[in-house]
C-alpha cells in the first residue's frame, strides 16, 4: 500500500466539518456572518532578512511599518527595520523564495521558510476594530492605522504582529505569532468577538490573501 | 386587569408624568426581604419599593440606624442593597427585574429588628479614632478583636461559589471624552463633534439629559432637542450606565460601563486628546439632628421619584429651602398631591432645628420653635461641585462664597471644565458655555492629532485641518446662594460611614485639625460616596470648630476611582498566553498529566515515569521537547559571535558537527548551556535550554547591536519553526532506520555529536541531532512543525515491536541525574560561576576575548567556590529532598543538595550537589541535614554521572 502524503496540521483545532487541503488539515466550515475569524496558517510564510538599503530591500519596495499585496498575490510585510515577512498561497514557497534570491546583490539576506513556526489569523468585517480593541492597546482608526498598516503590538497579552489587510473595501486584520501560542491568540480572539456574533471560516485559498490589486 | 392588581398594590404610585422613564405596560414583581413586591420596568429597586410605601432600606454603617431615601440616585448611602448574590449594588440606581430576589444589608436579624442597632446607644463611647485606640493594644488579642469585628463589619454577604461573570476592558482613542451627560455634556459633545473630533459621551445614569429629566415641560423640551442632536451628530459614541472613572497622566481615562448585554462590567481605557468634565452639580445635604431619618429627602431626590418614577415621596411634608430647585421640589410636591405643611426658606431666615421620629420622620421642629407633623422633609440648602476629575489633573479647587460651594482654580490644556461646576447662570447661558467649551476641546484634539500623525512614519497622508484660533469661552455667572451647613443642632455629616458633626469637631479638638488628618481619623468622605454628598459640610464644620474660614481650610484631594468599582471590573479578561507543542493532541489522548513549565504545557509523565525511565535504558522512547529554544545563526562572522558567547572553541566546528557550549555572563556566572551544529558554511542552528531561549536571543541581539554592529550576522528564533522528538534508547537507530529516508545512520557515518538534514517519516527539511540528554543512543529530530504530529504518530506506530513508549519530562530527568548532566537554573543559581558548575573542562581561556572571561581568568585562580559533586547516600533508600541542606559541624552549611531521586536503573537514590571546596574529593562522606531535622551521610563520587560515566552507552 502506497504511504500516504504528511499531513501538516496547525496549531489551531479545526473548527468541523474538517478536510485535508493543500496537504493541510483544515476547517471546510462556511459561513456570511458580517465578522469572521479564519485560520491562516497554511499560507507560505517567508522571513527576510537584508539591510534595509539594499536590493532585496529596493526589490520588495515596501517600508518598516507598511504592508502591500505584490503583482503575484504576495503580501510583502515590512515587519521590522531590515526584515519582511511574505505571505503567499500555500504550495508558492518555493517560488517565492527564488524570486527573492534572484535580487539579493552582495549584502548578506537571510531567507528563511517559517511557514511552520507562525500562526496565522485573519479577522474580517467592520467590528472587527471593535473586537480588537478589547485586546490591543493600539488605535485601529482609519487616520492612525488606514488598510496598510504592519506592527508588533501586544494582542491579548501576547506578542503579536499585526497587518491590516482589507479585503473588497472590507476591513480585515492578519494576527500571527509564535506558532505554540496559535490556539490561544485564535481562542482570545474568538472569545473577544463573541458579543460581535464572530463566526469561524475555515480556510479558503482564494479568502486568506487579498486579489493583486 | 392584571395591572389594575399591581397598581392598587402600589399606593404611593401616581399617575403618568411627563417625564417618567417607567414602563406601565410591562409590569411584573420581585422579592424584597422575602416578600413579592410589584414594579415596573424602569424601575430603580428603590423605586419600586417606595411606591409600595417602603422607607427603611437599610442600617447604618456603624449605629444600625434605619435609613431610607435620600438622593434617589447612585449616590443613595440608605439604599445599598443585596441582589441575589451580588452585594453592595446601588439600590437607587439599579433598574429591578422580574424575579429579582433583593435583601437589606447590615442588619440583623432583620432590617426592622436589627439587634446590632444598640449600637447607637453606644454612640459616645464610639468616638472617631475608636478602632485605633481601642484595638492596637495588647496585640495578642488582635485575633479575638478580628472575629469580633468582623461581626459588625458593614457590606453584603458573597457567596465563593458563584460564578463569576464576564469582565473585559476596551481600549479606545477618541479625541475627546465628555464626563457628564446632562445639557452641558450633551451640548459639548455635539459641539465638539461637528467641529470634526470623535466623542465618547459619557452619563452616569440610563439616559441623558441629566436635571432636565425631571424638570418642567420646556426643560424637557429643551432635552428633547438635545438628545436629538446628539443622535443625530456623527463622531459621538454614547454611553449611558457609565461613569469616568479616573484621569490619569497623558488623559489616560478610565470609563467604567456597566451591564451590558454581554458584559457585567468594562473598563474602558480611553487615552483622550482632551478631557471635557461636565458632571453638573451634586445637592448636598444639610446637617441637624435627625437628618438621617427615613423621610429625610434632599428636593432633587424629591424631583426624581415624582417625575421620573411617578412615586408620592410622602403625605405631609416640610420643606427647607434656600434656593430655585426647593422651590420648584415644592410645586412638584404639590402636584403630586403631598401636602406641603410648611416652607421654611433659608433666603428669608428659615430653618430646621430638628426632626424626630423612630423609623421615619414624625415630626419636624421649625427654626422659630414650632413643631410641624409629617412624615417627608424635603431640603434644598446647597450645592457640590463634583470637582474630583479636575483634581486627577493637578487642580486644587476654591471656595467661593458667594456660591456657597468651591470651584475649579487651574486650566489646564487638556482638561476643560463647563456645566453646573464652572457656574451658574440660565440654561441657554449654560448651553452657550459648552458648545465653546467643546468647539475649543475639539480644536485642541484635533491640533494634537495632528502633531501625533505627524510623528507616525510613512503613514498615508491624510489631509490636515487647518490651525484655527483658540475659541472665547464665555465666563458663566455666579449666582448668590446662602451658605448652609449646619443649622443650631448636630447630625449626620458622612451617611456613608456614620460620622456627626459631633465627630469632626472632636477630631479637631484632639489635634486632627487639617482637612486631610480630620478625612483619615474620622473616616469622613472616605465611604462609597467618596465625598460627593459630605466633603463641604464637613470643610465648613472643621473650619468653623478650627476658627478657619472654609478658604483657609481648603479640602481634600479627590483620587481615583470617582465611583466604586468592582474587583472584576479591574481585572477584566485573564489573559494568560500558553504554548503548546504540536503534539500536545497525541499527549491529552494518552493521559500525559500536563506540567506547566514557563508558558508551555508539557507532558510531566503519561502515569509511570519510573517505567518509563526504564524502557528507554532497555528499548526506545520518545519525548517531546518541542520547546528548547532554538536559534537560527546565518553570516560569514557566525563563529566569532559563537567565540564571543560561549567559553569555549568554535572556530573548528565543522558543517555536519555538533558542539556542546557553555555560556555565561560577565561576572562568570553561568547563563545557559545547549548544543549548536553547524548545518551549512554560514548557517548554524543554536539550542538554547528551554526557560533559557528568550532570554538569550535578547543577549545575541544586545551584544550584536551594542557592541559588534559591524558583524554580519542574521541571528532568528525557530523554536516554534520545528517540533522536536528526542528519540532515546538502545533501540533508537533501529527505529529511526524505519523512518528516515536519505540519511546514512550507520555509527560511522552519523557518529556521535553530528548533524544531517534529511527526510523522516516523508517529511523534507528536517534536522537529526546525534545527542542525548539521556545518556543513551538517541537522535533528537527537529521537524517542520506542522508535521511534527504526523512525525511522532508515524514513530509510535513503527516501532511498536521494538516497545517504544513514551517519556515525559519526569523520566528525562531521572534519565539526565543518572547520566549526570547538570540543568542551568536547577543545579546552578544566579551566583554559580562556570568553574563551580564543574564546567572547567570547557572553559578556553586562552581564546582572545569572551563574555566573562576577565572574570572566570580570575576564578581560575581562585579555589574557594563550591563545587558540583556527584552525590550518594550511604542509605540508598534516603532521597534528600533538593535543596536539603549539607553541613558541617553544628549545622555549618557546606553546600546543598540540587538534584535528587530515586534511579529506577541504579535501584538506588542519588544526587548531584554543591559542596565546599574541602568536601569535594571523590570519597567524602558529608552530612545532609533533611527537612525534617534528621540528618542522613552521602558519599562524593567521582564522577558526576550516576550511569555510564564513560558515555559508551550514547557514543554507541
Not at chain 2, 313 to 323: F, H, K, Y
Not at chain 2, 866 to 887: K, N, W, Y
Request: glycine share 10%.
Amino acid at each position: 500500500m502506497a504511504e500516504r502524503a504528511p499531513i501538516a496540521r496547525s496549531p489551531i483545532s479545526p473548527a468541523p466539518p474538517v478536510t485535508v487541503e493543500y496537504g493541510w488539515e483544515i476547517s471546510a466550515r462556511r459561513t456570511s456572518a458580517d465578522l469572521r475569524i479564519m485560520d491562516c496558517t497554511p499560507l507560505v510564510k517567508i522571513l527576510v532578512r537584508a539591510s534595509i538599503d539594499g536590493g532585496v530591500a529596493r526589490a520588495l519596495e515596501v517600508p518598516f511599518g507598511r504592508a502591500a499585496c505584490d503583482e503575484r498575490g504576495v503580501l510583502v510585510v515590512g515587519s521590522g527595520p531590515g526584515e519582511w515577512l511574505l505571505l503567499a498561497p500555500p504550495g508558492a514557497g518555493t517560488e517565492t523564495v527564488r524570486r527573492v534570491e534572484e535580487v539579493r546583490d552582495r549584502e548578506i539576506v537571510s531567507i528563511l521558510d517559517v511557514t511552520h513556526g507562525r500562526a496565522l489569523v485573519r479577522i474580517s468585517g467592520e467590528e472587527a476594530v471593535d473586537l480588537l480593541a478589547k485586546v490591543c492597546g493600539i488605535d485601529f482608526s482609519d487616520e492612525v492605522t488606514p488598510d496598510g498598516t504592519a506592527f508588533r503590538s501586544s494582542v491579548a497579552k501576547l506578542t503579536t504582529d499585526v497587518v491590516r489587510d482589507d479585503q473588497d473595501g472590507v476591513r480585515s486584520y492578519l494576527l500571527h505569532c509564535e506558532r505554540s501560542f496559535g490556539q490561544y491568540l485564535f481562542d482570545s480572539l474568538h472569545d473577544a468577538g463573541d458579543e460581535f456574533g464572530i463566526e469561524i471560516e475555515g480556510f479558503a485559498g482564494s479568502k486568506a490573501l487579498s486579489q493583486p490589486g | 386587569m392584571r395591572s389594575a392588581t399591581v397598581q392598587t398594590r402600589m399606593p404611593m404610585r401616581l399617575g403618568p408624568q411627563p417625564g417618567e422613564v417607567i414602563d406601565r405596560h410591562r409590569p411584573f414583581t420581585f422579592t424584597w426581604n422575602g416578600e413579592r413586591y410589584p414594579a415596573f420596568a424602569g424601575d430603580t429597586i428603590i423605586s419600586a419599593l417606595a411606591a409600595s410605601g417602603e422607607r427603611v432600606f437599610s442600617r447604618s454603617f456603624k449605629y444600625h440606624r434605619p435609613r431610607g431615601l435620600l438622593t434617589a440616585s447612585f449616590l443613595d448611602p440608605g439604599c445599598v442593597v443585596q441582589v441575589n448574590d451580588e452585594p453592595n449594588v446601588r439600590g437607587s440606581h439599579r433598574r429591578v427585574e422580574p424575579g429579582m430576589i433583593v435583601s437589606a444589608q447590615n442588619a440583623w436579624p432583620s432590617l426592622r429588628f436589627d439587634a446590632k442597632s444598640v449600637n447607637r446607644f453606644l454612640g459616645r463611647f464610639l468616638p472617631p479614632g475608636f478602632y485605633y485606640k481601642t484595638f492596637i493594644k495588647p496585640q495578642r488579642l488582635w485575633p479575638a478583636y478580628e472575629k469580633v469585628l468582623q461581626r459588625f463589619a458593614a457590606g453584603g454577604r458573597t457567596f465563593p461559589d458563584s460564578p463569576h461573570g464576564y469582565y473585559d476592558k476596551r481600549y479606545a482613542h477618541p479625541d475627546i471624552v465628555v464626563a457628564g451627560g446632562g445639557p452641558a455634556g450633551m451640548a459639548a459633545a455635539v459641539a465638539a463633534a461637528e467641529a470634526g473630533a470623535r466623542v465618547i459621551l459619557v452619563e452616569e445614569e440610563y439616559e441623558l439629559g441629566g436635571h432636565l429629566r425631571w424638570g418642567s415641560e420646556d426643560e424637557l423640551g429643551a432635552l428633547r432637542e438635545l438628545r436629538d442632536e446628539v443622535a443625530r451628530t456623527p463622531g459621538i459614541e454614547v454611553l449611558t450606565n457609565s461613569v469616568v472613572n479616573g484621569r490619569y497622566d497623558g488623559n489616560w481615562v478610565a470609563i467604567l460601563q456597566r451591564n451590558l448585554p454581554h458584559v457585567e462590567e468594562r473598563l474602558i481605557k480611553a487615552r483622550a486628546k482632551v478631557l471635557v468634565v461636565a458632571p453638573g452639580l451634586i445637592e448636598r445635604p444639610y446637617v441637624f439632628r435627625g437628618n438621617d431619618l427615613p423621610g429625610v429627602i434632599l428636593s432633587t431626590a424629591a424631583r426624581r421619584l415624582i417625575n421620573l418614577f411617578a412615586v408620592k415621596p410622602g403625605e405631609r411634608a416640610v420643606v427647607l429651602t434656600a434656593n430655585a430647585d426647593g422651590d420648584a421640589a415644592v410645586a412638584d410636591l404639590e402636584r403630586a398631591g403631598v401636602e406641603v405643611a410648611r416652607v421654611e426658606d433659608a433666603r428669608r431666615g428659615g430653618d430646621i432645628i430638628g426632626a424626630r421620629g423612630r423609623n421615619g420622620v414624625r415630626m419636624v421642629e421649625c427654626g422659630d420653635g414650632s413643631r410641624v407633623e409629617c412624615d417627608l422633609l424635603v431640603t434644598a440648602t446647597g450645592w457640590t461641585a463634583p470637582t474630583s476629575l479636575l483634581n486627577m489633573a493637578g487642580d486644587r479647587p476654591v471656595y467661593n462664597p458667594t456660591a456657597a460651594r468651591f470651584f475649579p482654580s487651574r486650566p489646564s490644556d487638556d482638561v476643560l471644565a463647563t456645566g453646573g461646576i464652572s457656574g451658574d447662570g440660565s440654561l441657554d447661558e449654560l448651553l452657550a458655555h459648552a458648545r465653546a467649551t467643546g468647539q475649543e476641546a475639539a480644536r485642541r484634539a484635533l491640533k494634537v492629532g495632528s502633531a501625533l500623525r505627524a510623528g507616525v512614519p510613512r503613514r498615508v497622508d491624510v489631509e490636515e485641518p487647518p490651525d484655527m484660533p483658540p475659541i472665547e469661552i464665555p465666563e458663566l455667572p455666579v449666582v448668590e446662594h446662602p451658605e448652609l451647613f449646619q443649622g443650631r443642632t448636630d447630625g449626620i455629616v458622612d451617611f456613608s460611614e456614620d460620622i456627626s458633626s459631633k465627630d469632626i469637631v472632636a477630631a479637631a479638638k484632639e489635634g486632627y485639625d487639617s482637612v486631610e488628618l480630620m478625612k483619615r481619623y474620622t473616616t469622613a468622605t472616605m465611604g462609597p460616596t467618596q465625598g460627593k454628598l459630605e466633603t463641604v459640610n464637613a470643610v465648613a464644620i472643621l473650619a468653623r470648630a478650627t476658627g478657619k474660614t472654609i478658604e483657609e481650610t481648603g479640602t481634600t484631594v479627590w483620587r481615583p476611582p470617582y465611583a466604586p468599582i468592582t474587583l472584576g471590573a479591574l481585572a477584566g479578561r485573564n489573559f494568560e498566553p500558553v504554548r503548546y507543542s504540536p503534539m500536545q493532541p497525541w499527549h491529552e489522548r494518552h493521559g500525559a498529566n500536563p506540567m506547566v513549565a514557563g508558558a508551555w504545557i508539557r507532558p510531566e509523565h503519561y502515569g509511570d515515569p519510573e517505567s518509563e525511565a526504564r524502557n528507554v535504558r532497555e528499548n526506545v522512547g520518545l519525548i517531546d521537547v518541542t520547546p528548547l529554544g532554538k536559534l537560527d545563526l546565518r553570516g560569514p562572522d557566525v563563529p566569532k559571535l559563537l567565540n564571543l558567547l560561549y567559553v569555549n572553541q568554535w572556530n573548528t566546528l565543522e558543517v555536519g558537527k555538533v558542539r556542546y557550549g557553555v555560556m555565561c555572563a560577565e561576572d562568570g556566572v553561568v547563563l545557559d548551556d545547549g548544543v549548536t551544529g553547524r548545518l551549512g558554511p554560514e548557517h548554524y542552528l543554536m539550542t538554547t535550554t528551554t526557560s533559557g531561549a528568550a532570554t538569550v536571543w535578547e543577549w545575541i541581539e544586545s551584544w550584536l547591536q551594542t557592541e559588534h554592529p559591524d558583524w554580519q550576522v542574521h541571528v532568528t528564533p525557530v523554536t516554534d519553526a520545528y517540533a522536536s522528538i528526542n528519540i532515546a534508547g538502545p533501540k533508537s537507530r533501529e527505529l529511526l532506520l524505519r523512518v528516515a529516508g536519505d540519511v546514512d545512520l550507520s555509527p560511522e557515518a552519523f557518529p556521535y555529536m553530528n548533524v544531517r538534514t534529511g527526510t523522516v517519516a516523508g517529511v523534507e527539511g528536517c534536522f537529526m541531532w546525534r545527542i542525548g540528554f539521556t545518556g543513551e543512543l538517541s537522535y533528537e529530530v527537529h521537524v517542520p512543525a506542522a508535521y511534527g504530529l504526523y512525525v511522532w504518530e508515524k514513530l509510535m506506530d513503527r516501532g511498536a515491536d521494538l516497545g517504544v513508549k513514551p517519556f515525559g519530562i519526569q523520566a528525562q530527568r531521572i534519565l539526565r541525574l543518572e547520566k549526570g548532566h547538570l540543568i542551568v537554573g536547577q543545579d546552578t543559581d544566579g551566583l554559580t560561576g562556570a568553574y563551580s558548575a564543574g564546567l572547567s573542562w570547557a572553559i578556553k581561556l586562552y581564546k582572545e576575548d569572551f563574555i566573562g572571561k576577565p572574570e572566570l581568568s580570575w576564578q581560575s585562580e581562585c579555589d574557594n567556590s563550591f563545587q558540583l559533586v556527584g552525590l550518594q547516600p550511604h542509605d540508598g533508600s534516603v532521597v534528600p529532598p533538593e535543596a536539603s541542606q549539607i553541613v558541617e559541624g553544628e549545622n555549618e552549611i557546606a553546600g546543598r543538595i540540587t538534584s535528587s531521586c530515586m534511579s529506577p536503573t541504579l535501584g538506588r537514590s542519588i544526587c548531584l550537589g554543591f559542596v565546599a571546596p574541602h568536601l569535594a574529593e571523590p570519597g567524602t562522606s558529608v552530612t545532609v541535614l533533611l527537612p525534617n531535622g534528621e540528618r542522613t551521610t552521602a558519599r562524593v563520587m567521582e564522577y558526576l554521572a550516576h550511569f555510564d560515566p564513560k558515555g559508551e552507552r550514547q557514543r554507541g
